[in-house]
């Protein structure tokens, strides 16, 4: 597998934010998001190590570091007297961190797709794999949920919230999941029409 010089540079740009945010939240005494860096910087080296047998695309590996700083940015940034994650983008309705759990968990899915994929059967239907796919997305956003369980049981104060924000989060991350899903679906379709259209060509 070849690693490209945007890799390179997406494997450092992860690790420059999070020693960066590693040291503002220290200085904060935030040791919620402490956490969350420590997390986020094992899960940079699980996709590291997982992409050197999976060889992931770039705009996946940009998508789950763009999903990594969110999160950061979400527990750092002030607005009035919450932070990012509370904030509401239509109020009543969606708030910063919904969007943030659809995003990322979307791209977990497309993840776990690619892992699956070649341990799957030679021609599993689209339907199987796109079910194993969901189901794996809801189940990282579960672990996911039992990581801010752990810092709710750990740190006195957190921004975690409580059962109701808990189930909206799952929400999220299964809808997240879907839509990649969704996504996938459409270019499984669309690679299909192409392969059988350059056959007939070829045949012909």
Known sequence: MKITRTKIAILIFNCAYLLVFGFLFADGKNYEFLIY?????????FVA???????????LLIGLTTWGLLHMLGGF????????????????IIKFDKVVHMFGFGCATLLGYYVLQPHLAAKP?????LIFAVLTGMGIGTLNEILEFAAVLTIPETNVGGYRNTMWDMV??????????????????KKQKTAAQDCRCAQS
């Open 125 to 129: 239907s689209s339907a199987a794999v």
């Open 37 to 45: 860096v420590c997390v986020v910087a094992f899960f940079v080296g």
């Open 172 to 189: 999220s991350n299964t809808l997240g999941a879907i839509t990649a899903v969704i996504y996938v679906g459409i270019k499984r379709t």
């Open 77 to 92: 940034i002030t607005i009035g007297e919450n932070i990012l994650y509370a904030y509401e983008l239509i109020p009543g």
């Open 49 to 59: 190590f997982l992409h050197l047998k999976y060889n992931f695309t770039t705009g």
